[in-house]
């Protein structure tokens, strides 16, 4: 264990850039190794956590397209683009059908695409991206260590995922799958789609995050470098700390829900099917037992980002460091009883209902410290509105948004109006999207120069967060009143009254679309050869580790193992004269 | 029940009423006269309890929001970096505050928990007395009888949606609903009440309508193909009108001079026949109808029937009353619900002779 | 390294040193994180048949005159049997970690094989009693025979009542998941074996034996929980 003992009374003296200029510059870890198999078999940390980050953006980019499709069939009540869509399609495959068989097919062709959407978004993109892409890069950088507790089994970890992306991958070819993300039953163990891949893809991702949860947890426990004590750590490595212990504790359940559900499809054991015996809402429970926790799986990494952000880009000690490390426990905590909160209308015991109402009200509070943290770690700072930043900001004002709607829902009575509607797809797209996809966003290009040693193009960048922000906003917001006024969600066709709302709301997917697609592509293009101007190794002024050595980092991260005497946001401009503040 | 023990003739409103309920199928649909952003109508009792506390936690979030946001945007603006070399301030948290911002929104919570459980108890506890309505929910129709009067039901089209549940304003209703294969979730907004359906169990529902009208009815638990088509109209009437109405639209009776393909048609619509079954050629869940006089069908087992004469017909009410004795090659098994003691003989007469004009 | 006391060592032992992956900084370290993954990771296994008996539990709620009928048709004699057996088997890995940290290589290898030979017995007799049950039609969900298995229940006195094919449908999951992490045993002990018989264990480092055998434990506990909630219902 670090040693504890080494914790100095006070905070130490403020950081100074430790990056030894005197030093000639070393190859980064990109030019130690060359070739494919450097890439294919390597146990470096910082190369699988650049692979993830490819590999989930490409996912990410899938998801989002199968949504913007769903969404332009949506411009219209009646289904007629999708009828459209798939008669081309069979025109192509040289099988041409005739427009009324083409929309015969096409209620579920729309019931694939929002299943694909949800469950690669899940399982591919978000649960993965974080803690893949850049918990697997900063970890170790952060805590002062040469690499994560167990290399191989990182890789194997990533390559696990791989195997089960190829598994989702041919289900999206093979028939689809129109079950939901939600996998219910007995609609899932009776539709002719492939279930069988789709959970055997989605079980073998859950051992991926098993093991990378696993992997994170030692690594904080046992590699953090002398004098990193756990109030030293930076708040994205206590997020990825909470977000283990909650991928530990809940993706076994995970897997042994789909296990079952595998066997009842195949073997027909009846504990989930109603016409063999069994109960159909049993498998609800279980479901949610995992997926609830999952949603903060989702989130905490999310938060840590933010942290980070916030402090960084305002030079300012983070405020509440204690509340804010312990809140991500507490979520973690109480996440794992609050999951019936998704089943009020299901028909378990109002007892039930209502004890889950109140323990999710429990859940909101330590988000509610959080929030408010952030917001008063920026009182007195020196704010720098540069990109990574607007995305911070941005962050606060969407989850917000999107957690303040949770509360609607945690509210029994409300919860009855509201259930499966389109102000649950409006909550939890705030949520995901605008809670840990936008602070994603935010952290990409707060370690861009990191990670990459390039830097994209500020102007470019700042116009992609703006359409971000605006397409997000057009899309998401408007569905909160559809949903209030009853518009069901997972619906191909729908009644005239709502078309405006659904026109707003396409528009807005375009225009996101066209943001993301934008931010895509300046900062791939930052990456080429001719952008060879200087990267500073520390271009935001940072004091955590990650930005005490050179970026990229070297093969083996610093060139001496740091000795740590001070926590991670004493930045050099906190101005120490009066020191009444502090305490 | 009670109500029906009182029923004398068709009293002049009544007929009135059937007047007006002749036109059921072809009634203006409620989602032309709402308007996008129009506020939702409160037609049960329930409706004006859930829409006060949800604006009440409107107006509390928008309180929060605007503070956090305020804060933020007053920070940027006041703080925002002038030089590289700012100072920042060295606080780093205080007691006082922390405590103040996680006791007082927990304050609150525990007031919104309260209220909406209060509300939500009030929505489980079945009212004793109140007319009797029976749910079955199936892919993608449903259907709804009424036991205090045997023969009356509905069953949704997935075509053109239509009245599928009569309720008289001032009366408490109470469902007890059932599914015969997959979840799917009964919705009605403007009463702000939803259960969801679920097989092998029932699921109970209350609520009394306090708005005559037509208003939409949706299937809110995704149920495949056509869970966005497994909607209806649920139509309040004044308790006056409300028996004789429901009477004359529920029975699903021939017409005066009725052709028997005509009424065949709406049977095919009204009994949810057209969830399964096309009349244009192309096979959904079940065989399609046209050209099926006339045509030969094999069997899972390899047997043939040819749908022609007196065994044709023979094979099509079986198929109506017991589907699962032959089953078309092709097509699962136990697919279709059973008719038996749902249609008449009469009605399955003039199902055929509708068949036989496809 | 608590064990690490040359007096214990007897004559002829060996003590290679520990191999120190370039990301640690010193053994301890090392080996601390091994067995504290080691742990998490048993932790996650537990969670994983918990939600088995979480299953069992509520299928017993719903049908306990069909789970008491049902498991009558189960053997207990061979259940007790490979109880038996696991647990010996659990002493014996036992003793090869122990040897490991006193350095008796032939120990380590003797307990190994015998630990190895009684996982092969276990999964003797799970062959046995599956096939056993097979040939009375008592399988799986959909697969269940009711005629074959009704048959065969009366011929021991017993009535078949409910729906026991959810029951076996239960049985199956949970001693097949169990079997598979019984055949994962075997063939985790056999790389411990193959290292150990290459001399590579010792007082100083035998993380990788000690690994094996907490697995291999947990393993002995599951079924220590399965044999009494199936064979033994009352
Ligand atoms: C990133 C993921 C994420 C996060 C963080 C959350 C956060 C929360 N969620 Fe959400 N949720 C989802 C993802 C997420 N959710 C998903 C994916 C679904 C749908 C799944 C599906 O059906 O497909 C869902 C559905 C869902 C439901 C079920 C709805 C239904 O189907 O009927 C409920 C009900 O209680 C709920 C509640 C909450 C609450 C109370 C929070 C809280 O944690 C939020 C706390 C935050 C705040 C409250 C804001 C900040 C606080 C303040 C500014 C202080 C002041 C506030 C007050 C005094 C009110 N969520
Ligand atoms: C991470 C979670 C996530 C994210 C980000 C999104 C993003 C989006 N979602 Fe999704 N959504 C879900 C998770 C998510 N969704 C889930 C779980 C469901 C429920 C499914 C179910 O019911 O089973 C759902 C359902 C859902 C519905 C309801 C469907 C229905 O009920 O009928 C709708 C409708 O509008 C919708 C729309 C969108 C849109 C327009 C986006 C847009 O934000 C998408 C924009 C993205 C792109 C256009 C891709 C472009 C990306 C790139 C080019 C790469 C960029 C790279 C860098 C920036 C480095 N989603
Ligand atoms: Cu029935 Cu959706
Ligand atoms: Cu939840």
Redesign the pocket.
Same mark, same amino acid.
């Given at each position: 264990m670090a040693n504890d003992k080494e914790k100095s009374k006070s905070e130490g003296e403020p950081t100074e850039s430790k990056v030894d200029t005197s030093r000639p510059r070393e190859p980064s870890f990109y030019e130690a190794q060359k070739g494919w198999k450097s890439w294919a078999f390597t146990l470096d940390h910082k190369r699988l956590g650049v692979m993830y980050l490819l590999s989930t953006?490409i996912f990410? =980019?899938i998801? /989002?397209?199968s %949504? #913007?499709l769903? +969404?332009t069939e949506?411009l219209t009540p009646q289904g007629d683009f999708l009828p459209w869509l798939n008669q081309q399609l069979a025109g192509m495959m040289g099988q041409p059908i005739s427009i009324e068989e083409a929309a015969a097919q096409s209620g579920t062709t729309?019931n694939k695409l929002?299943?694909v959407?949800?469950?690669v978004?899940?399982f591919l $993109?978000?649960i993965p991206s974080v803690p893949g892409a850049l918990g697997n890069f900063l970890l170790p950088l952060m805590l002062g260590a040469k690499d994560v507790a167990f290399p191989r089994l990182n890789l194997a970890s990533f390559w696990i995922y791989s195997l089960g992306a190829i598994f989702f991958l041919y289900t999206l070819f093979m028939g689809g799958l129109d079950t /939901?993300?939600?996998f219910y039953t007995p609609y899932s163990t009776n539709t002719g789609t492939a279930v069988i891949s789709a959970t055997a893809g989605a079980f073998i991702l859950g051992f991926s995050s098993i093991l990378t949860g696993i992997n994170f947890m030692v690594t904080i426990h046992k590699m953090r470098a002398p004098g990193m004590t756990w109030y030293r750590m930076p708040l994205f490595v206590w997020a990825i700390y909470a977000t283990a212990v909650i991928q530990v504790l809940a993706t076994p359940v995970l897997a042994i829900t789909l296990l079952l559900l595998m066997v009842e499809r195949t073997l027909g054991i009846g504990i989930f099917d109603p016409a063999m015996g069994g109960d159909p809402v049993l498998f609800q429970h279980f479901f949610w037992f995992y997926s609830h926790p999952a949603v903060y799986i989702?989130i905490l990494p999310g938060f840590g980002i933010e942290s980070e952000l916030i402090a960084v880009h305002s030079r300012k000690h983070i405020f509440g460091y204690k509340a804010i490390a312990l809140s991500s426990v507490a979520i973690a905590i109480i996440s794992f009883v609050v999951w019936g909160h998704h089943m009020f209308v299901s028909g378990q015991s109002e007892l039930a209902g209502i004890v889950f109402s109140f323990l999710t009200f429990a859940v909101a509070v330590p988000t509610a410290i959080k929030v408010f943290s952030w917001v008063a770690t920026l009182y007195k700072g020196s704010i720098a509105f540069n990109t990574p930043m607007l995305y911070g900001l941005m962050f606060l004002f969407t989850f917000t948004i999107g957690g303040l709607t949770g509360v609607f829902l945690g509210t029994l009575s409300v919860d009855v109006h509201l259930h499966d509607t389109?102000f649950v $797809?409006a909550h =939890?797209?705030y949520v995901?999207?605008g809670g840990? #996809?936008i602070a994603f #966003?935010g952290g #990409?290009h707060h370690w861009w120069p990191k990670m990459f040693g390039k830097m994209y193009h500020e102007g470019s960048a700042k116009i992609g967060a703006l359409l971000v922000f605006v397409g997000?906003n057009t899309?998401?917001f408007n569905?909160f009143v559809m949903g209030g006024q009853g518009m069901p +969600? +997972?619906?191909?066709t729908y009644v005239p009254q709502f078309q405006e709302q659904h026109v707003l709301?396409t528009i807005? %997917?375009y225009i996101? %679309?066209v943001g993301?697609?934008w931010? %895509?592509t300046y900062?791939l293009y930052s990456l080429r050869k001719s952008n060879d101007a200087p990267v500073a190794d520390n271009p935001w002024g940072g004091a955590s580790l990650e930005w005490q050595t050179q970026s990229p980092p070297i093969e083996h991260n610093f060139h001496d193992t740091p000795r740590v005497t001070t926590g991670p946001y004493n930045f050099p401009q906190i101005d120490r004269t009066g020191e009444v503040d502090g305490h | 029940m009670i109500l029906s023990m009182f029923m004398g003739p068709p009293t002049e409103a009544a007929q009135e009423v059937a007047k007006n309920t002749e036109t059921v199928a072809t009634v203006e649909p409620p989602w032309e006269t709402l308007h996008s952003w129009a506020p939702l109508p409160e037609a049960s009792t329930f409706a004006p309890g859930t829409e006060t506390l949800y604006m009440f936690i409107v107006w509390l979030s928008t309180f929060f929001f605007v503070v956090v946001m305020g804060a933020m945007f007053w920070f940027m603006y006041r703080h925002r970096r002038r030089g590289d070399d700012d100072k920042t301030s060295s606080i780093t948290h205080n007691g006082k505050i922390e405590f103040l911002w996680s006791a007082i929104p927990a304050v609150l919570l525990l007031v919104v928990f309260v209220w909406g459980e209060l509300d939500f108890i009030k929505q489980s506890v079945l009212p004793p007395d109140a007319i009797d309505i029976r749910i079955t929910g199936r892919q993608w129709s449903w259907t709804v009888e009424y036991p205090d009067y045997p023969g009356v039901s509905f069953t949704s089209s997935t075509e053109t949606p239509e009245v599928v549940m009569m309720v008289p304003k001032g009366r408490p209703v109470r469902l007890t609903m059932t599914s015969t294969d997959v979840i799917h979730s009964f919705f009605v907004p403007v009463f702000r009440v939803k259960r969801d359906v679920v097989p092998g169990r029932y699921t109970n529902l209350w609520f009394e309508a306090t708005q005559v009208g037509e208003y939409n009815m949706y299937c809110t638990e995704?149920c495949g193909e056509q869970h966005s088509k497994m909607t209806g109209v649920v139509k309040v009437l004044e308790p006056e009108l409300f028996e004789a109405a429901l009477l004359e639209a529920g029975k699903l009776e021939r017409g005066d001079g009725e052709e028997d393909k005509v009424y065949g048609a709406r049977i095919y619509k009204r009994r949810g026949c057209d969830a399964c079954h096309s009349t244009d050629g192309l096979a959904k869940t079940g065989p399609t109808w046209k050209g099926l006089w006339g045509r030969t069908e094999t069997m899972k087992d390899g047997s043939t029937v040819t749908i022609d004469g007196a065994a044709g017909e023979n094979y099509i009410s079986e198929s109506i009353l017991d589907p699962n004795a032959k089953i078309v090659s092709g097509f699962g098994g136990a697919q279709m619900p059973s008719f038996r003691g749902q249609l008449s003989d009469e009605q399955i007469k003039a199902l055929i002779a509708y068949m036989k004009t496809l | 390294m608590s064990s690490h006391d040359a007096k214990a060592m007897r004559p002829g032992a060996i003590d290679p040193p520990m191999p120190l992956a370039h990301h640690f900084d010193t053994p301890g370290q090392q080996a601390g994180s091994a067995k504290f993954g080691m742990w998490v990771f048993l932790a996650t296994e537990i969670l994983m048949f918990s939600g088995l008996f979480l299953a069992y539990f509520v299928v017993r709620m719903l049908y306990p005159e069909m789970v008491l009928s049902s498991h009558e048709l189960l053997d207990k004699t061979m259940g007790g049997v490979n109880t038996v057996v696991l647990l010996t088997s659990s002493f014996t890995m036992a003793m090869a970690v122990r040897a490991a940290q006193l350095g008796d290589q032939k120990g380590v290898v003797r307990n190994i094989i015998l630990t190895i030979l009684f996982a092969f017995v276990f999964m003797g007799v799970k062959y046995v009693e599956y096939t056993g049950k097979f040939a009375h039609g008592i399988f799986p969900g959909k697969y269940f025979d009711y005629v074959a298995a009704g048959e065969y229940a009366r011929e021991h006195g017993h009535v078949l009542a409910g729906k026991p094919h959810i029951f076996f449908g239960l049985y199956f999951v949970m001693t097949g998941l169990h079997g598979v992490h019984v055949l994962a045993g075997i063939g985790v002990l056999t790389w411990v074996l193959l290292r150990a018989r290459k001399g590579e264990f010792g007082p100083r480092y035998y993380a990788p034996v000690e690994n094996v055998g907490l697995y291999w434990h947990i393993v002995d506990l599951v079924w220590i929980f399965l044999f009494p909630l199936l064979y033994l219902v009352r």
């Open positions: 953006m990410f =980019f998801a /989002g397209m %949504a #913007i769903f +969404r949506l729309y929002f299943t959407h949800g469950a978004m899940v $993109v978000i /939901g993300w939600t989702m389109y $797809v =939890f797209h995901m999207m840990t #996809i #966003i #990409i997000f899309t998401f569905q +969600r +997972r619906y191909y709301s807005g %997917a996101l %679309a993301l697609l931010t %895509a900062l | 995704y | -």
